[in-house]
């Protein structure tokens, strides 16, 4: 039985990945962690604790008074924040990835890191991007998603910590919603279509990105997890898609149910360019064959659960 910290537990991922955690592992067994004070379901299910990442002794504290096995460590600033405050995300993604390497390596824990689409930079291949394709990126997100991966890789071979990772897609969900990252457009275009019946998209048409409904995301942790370490040629970065889709492609799927869904374009020049310069459909073979990785959610699928669910939520 794993006794897991999670960290940035009231984000996106996090306070979904909680609940599935507790449903697997037991509500004590998780000890969900934020920067921010919280009354959400993350902490109401089980054990929560107020954690800064970038405070090494108290992530490490953390982890010990817990008697963690396990650190899933989510605590970062998304690509369109980083952007806009460039030295606080290198001082938060790699000072707070540092202090969960070593806290893993300490305790002798097994880590999970995010990595990202954005990890690839404009000369990487755009289409079936390999997962071994240059990573040369052209935002301070994506530079220190690369850089976490290859530190991550040293702490694997220079300490044997089992850290494992995945380069995830933009994220579709329901529960909290994302914030300051490039592909949010996307869940902020399936509310705004329940509430107003239209979206404006800082996005433009015809930009195809890599995306994956919040359910295979949080499959794919767990299942990358479990998985036999002997199977894992890579660590640190698996790529994982869904689907590769644009703002048209998207209103399509919502027009299906809701036919007078209109679609309107003010792009956003800083996220554009960011976009801009990540791949349009990453290849996810080696995750495919390495430990199983196989997504439920195609687009129409993961609309009809959206639009269901925000429709309750919001109505
Ligand atoms: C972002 O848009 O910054 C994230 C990501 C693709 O890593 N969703």
Not at 221 to 226: C, D, S, T
Not at 305 to 310: I, K, N, R
Request: glycine residues 8%.
């Amino acid at each position: 039985m794993k006794r897991i910290l999670l960290t940035g537990a009231l984000g996106q991922i996090g306070s979904e990945l909680a609940v599935r955690l507790r449903e697997l592992y037991g509500s004590d067994a998780v000890l969900t962690t934020d920067v921010r004070e919280d009354r959400s379901e993350a902490a109401q299910g089980g054990p929560f604790q107020l954690l800064d990442v970038t405070d090494g002794r108290a992530f490490y504290e953390a982890a010990r008074v817990h008697r963690a096995d396990t650190i899933i460590h989510l605590a970062a600033l998304l690509s369109a924040t980083a952007e806009a405050k460039p030295l606080f995300a290198w001082q938060l993604n790699m000072g707070g990835l540092l202090n969960a390497l070593e806290t893993a390596r300490e305790l002798g824990c097994q880590l999970f890191v995010p990595s990202s689409i954005a990890a690839f930079g404009p000369d990487a291949p755009r289409q079936g991007t390999p997962q071994d394709a240059p990573l040369r990126p052209g935002t301070m997100y994506g530079i220190s998603k690369a850089a976490g991966e290859q530190l991550s890789d040293y702490y694997y071979r220079k300490y044997a910590v089992d850290v494992r990772g995945l380069r995830f897609p933009g994220l579709i969900s329901h529960a909290a919603p994302p914030g300051g990252g490039t592909t949010d457009y996307a869940v902020e275009m399936y509310v705004q279509a329940v509430k107003n019946g239209s979206y404006t998209s800082y996005i433009g048409k015809g930009t195809f990105l890599d995306m994956m409904y919040m359910p295979d995301a949080i499959a794919s942790v767990a299942l990358l997890m479990e998985a036999d370490a002997s199977r894992l040629k890579r660590r640190s970065a698996y790529n994982i898609t869904a689907m590769s889709i644009d703002p048209e492609a998207i209103a399509a799927s919502i027009r299906r149910q809701l036919p007078g869904f209109e679609l309107r374009y003010h792009i956003d020049p800083l996220r554009q360019a960011i976009a801009d310069g990540w791949p349009d459909a990453i290849d996810a073979s080696a995750a495919c064959e390495e430990w199983g990785f196989r997504p439920a959610y195609d687009l129409d699928r993961t609309t009809d659960e959206m639009l269901t669910t925000l429709s309750r939520k919001l109505l």
